[in-house]
């Protein structure tokens, strides 16, 4: 069956835009999360969802924020984008609503540069 | 906070060398961990995993990883490393229940020479 699907996969967006992001998680994953990763920082976490309800929020300020839909897909946006928001940002998804036995599976990506 | 250290950042080894990568957690209660490892170029793939149960955990590829509660250490071995090995490697932890969050170490750059 088909992955973890991200678009777009590249992405060059000026300072001040503001950018959208896709995930469509594994077919019948309910659970889906975004990272941030840059060669500094490596990979942080910036939000999970389940069943359309965010049940943790990772340290990003409020320009980051994300949703997600009842089919499971999901969408983050990033506001008033800054050049140290350029990064790969990462989804991934699971069946499950909690860590306990089920696995995580990442999708390749959507990488964003901001000029 | 929960942190997730990973004391080695580039490894190089020789084929056929013996791998072992170091991974340290500080949370004192239920953890579920991880190691992911990321090719050039390719997504994160799940190394193995350990919920319970065996705290010597096998997984893909001739990787295996022991879970020592007492030291809160989830280190990842390999007795004989390839060139095809060459990534970058993640430790990963899920602190408690009821979420899938992962809090990643700052990962380790092995390289494989031939």
């Known amino acids: 069956k088909a992955g973890v699907t991200q678009t777009p996969r590249y992405l060059i967006k000026t300072r001040g835009q503001q950018v959208t992001l896709s995930c469509s998680p594994i077919?019948?994953?309910?659970?889906v999360s975004w990272y941030q990763q840059t060669p500094g920082q490596g990979l942080q976490f910036l939000f999970e969802?389940?069943?359309?309800?965010?049940?943790n929020k990772g340290n990003f300020p409020g320009r980051f924020s994300g949703r997600q839909f009842s089919n499971s897909r999901s969408e983050m946006n990033v506001s008033t984008l800054e050049l140290g928001d350029s990064a790969l940002y990462l989804c991934?998804?699971?069946?499950?609503?909690?860590?306990?036995?089920?696995?995580?599976?990442f999708g390749e990506g959507s990488w964003l540069t901001v000029v | 906070a929960q942190s997730v250290s990973q004391h080695n950042h580039h490894v190089i080894l020789s084929e056929a060398a013996s791998l072992e990568l170091g991974c340290n957690y500080s949370?004192?209660?239920?953890?579920?961990l991880f190691w992911y490892v990321q090719y050039p170029g390719q997504h994160l793939q799940l190394l193995l995993k350990?919920?319970?149960?065996?705290?010597l955990v096998k997984g893909i590829k001739g990787f295996e990883a022991e879970f020592i509660k007492s030291k809160f250490s989830f280190n990842l071995r390999k007795p004989s490393v390839q060139w095809s090995d060459t990534a970058e490697y993640f430790c990963?932890?899920?602190?408690?229940?009821?979420?899938?969050?992962?809090?990643f170490g700052t990962g380790t750059l092995l390289a494989v020479q031939p």
């Open positions: 991934a998804s699971s069946t499950a609503g909690s860590g306990s036995g089920n696995t995580i599976y």
């Open positions: 077919s019948g994953h309910r659970s």
């Open positions: 969802y389940f069943s359309e309800t965010q049940r």
């Open positions: 949370y004192g209660g239920t953890v579920n």
């Open positions: 350990y919920f319970s149960g065996d705290p």
């Open positions: 990963a932890v899920i602190v408690g229940g009821a979420t899938n969050k992962l809090i």
